[in-house]
T-cell receptor, first 115, second 117 residues
Framework: GDSVTQMEGPVTLSEEAFLTINCTYT??????LFWYVQYPGEGLQLLLK?????DKGSNKGFEATYRKETTSFHLEKGSVQVSDSAVYFC??????????????FGSGTRLSIRP | DTGVSQNPRHKITKRGQNVTFRCDPI?????LYWYRQTLGQGPEFLTY????????KSRLLSDRFSAERPKGSFSTLEIQRTEQGDSAMYLC???????????????FGPGTRLLVL
């Protein structure tokens, strides 16, 4: 079945460092891909998404490009801030798999940024 | 719009008791999803509704679990005869489904954290 594998954490970086969180997926159809973020004590928020191959999603300085050839959707940010400390989830939605757009999540990567 | 709300935010219960959670979606969102998240894991799909119809249930949803969305607005998730393994965060999400379908954005509530003693 469909699945998402993402980089295990925790990841600890200094402020202004470059961030990459790796994510690969397996899907039977043509999924949409997402990154969700969960800040401490808050609910899941959609960070960015891409709905077809070669699309780039971006938001708040974060970017991810839908790579069909490598089945990847890596999250990047050029200069992280302390406020980026959170848990990041890579996810997919594959309507071809069922009638629902249910989301399949990776296990999450905890990111901590040192001042 | 105040977003998706869930009540209660926390619930502690004894094994064998029944619990019920409520989710209020964003108004006019026609789809509502329930997910379960255990510690250190990503959320897992449980079930979803389109308007008042429950259209899919995960194999994770045992017979002790039941969900309703009687008027196509708020939804309830009931767990009967709770077990310690039911301890988790229960998340609700809503979305506006269009005929395009793919890539619809789900907006999540803050979750209800359940602890079964």
């Amino acid at each position: 079945g469909d699945s998402v594998t993402q980089m295990e954490g925790p990841v600890t970086l200094s402020e202004e460092a470059f961030l990459t969180i790796n994510c690969t997926y397996t899907a039977t159809g043509y999924p949409s891909l997402f990154w969700y973020v969960q800040y401490p004590g808050e609910g899941l928020q959609l960070l960015l998404k891409a709905t077809k191959a070669d699309d780039k999603g971006s938001n708040k300085g974060f970017e991810a490009t839908y790579r069909k050839e490598t089945t990847s959707f890596h999250l990047e940010k050029g200069s992280v801030q302390v406020s980026d400390s959170a848990v990041y989830f890579c996810a997919l939605s594959d309507p071809g798999y069922s009638s629902a757009s249910k989301i399949i999540f990776g296990s999450g990567t905890r990111l901590s940024i040192r001042p | 719009d105040t977003g998706v709300s869930q009540n209660p935010r926390h619930k502690i219960t004894k094994r064998g008791q029944n619990v019920t959670f409520r989710c209020d979606p964003i108004s006019e969102h026609n789809r509502l999803y329930w997910y379960r998240q255990t510690l250190g894991q990503g959320p897992e799909f449980l079930t979803y509704f389109q308007n008042e119809a429950q259209l899919e249930k995960s194999r994770l949803l045992s017979d002790r679990f039941s969900a309703e969305r009687p008027k196509g607005s708020f939804s309830t998730l009931e767990i009967q005869r709770t077990e310690q393994g039911d301890s988790a965060m229960y998340l609700c999400a809503s979305s506006e489904f269009t005929t395009q379908g793919a890539g619809e954005t789900q907006y999540f509530g803050p979750g209800t954290r359940l602890l079964v003693l």
